[in-house]
C-alpha cells in the first residue's frame, strides 16, 4: 500500500514559480512510475506530466512542456513538480499519483492507468 500526499501549493503571480512535492510512503515506491494531474474548477483532471521509476524518463503535456521539471528523489520517496513560468491558466488543484504498471505498454497519461492517488494541493496563479 502507498500513500501520496502533496504539498508546495499557493498563490503566486503570473510568471512566478512553485515547486510541488509529493512524498510516499511504503516500501515499494521507488519500484512506482509516478505522474502528475491537475483539475481545474468545472473541468475534467488533465494529465501533466510523468516519470519512470528510475528517474531516468519523462514526459510532459504539451501545456507544461518549457516550462515544468518533474523529478524525483527514491531515497526520499519524494516527487517533485518544479513550475516556472506559471499562467492563470494553470490554476488548479494538483494531484500526484504512483502505477505499479511498467511505463512499457501503457502511456501514463490516463487516471485509470493508476492506483495510488493523494489528495492534492491547490495551485492559484494571478494575472
Known amino acids: 500500500q502507498v500513500q501520496l500526499v502533496e504539498s508546495g501549493g499557493g498563490l503566486v503571480q503570473a510568471g512566478g514559480s512553485l515547486r510541488l512535492s509529493c512524498a510516499a510512503s511504503?516500501?515499494?515506491?521507488?519500484?512506482?512510475?509516478v505522474g502528475w494531474f491537475r483539475q481545474a474548477a468545472g473541468k475534467e483532471r488533465e494529465f501533466v506530466s510523468v516519470i519512470s521509476w528510475s528517474g531516468g524518463s519523462t514526459y510532459y503535456s504539451d501545456s507544461v512542456k518549457g516550462r515544468f521539471t518533474i523529478s524525483r528523489d527514491n531515497a526520499k520517496k519524494t516527487v517533485y513538480l518544479q513550475m516556472n513560468s506559471l499562467k492563470p491558466e494553470d490554476t488548479a488543484v494538483y494531484s500526484c499519483a504512483a502505477a505499479t504498471r511498467p511505463w512499457a505498454g501503457s502511456t501514463l497519461r490516463r487516471e485509470n492507468e493508476y492506483n495510488y492517488w493523494g489528495q492534492g494541493t491547490q495551485v492559484t496563479v494571478s494575472s
Open positions: 511504503g516500501p515499494t515506491f521507488s519500484s512506482y512510475e
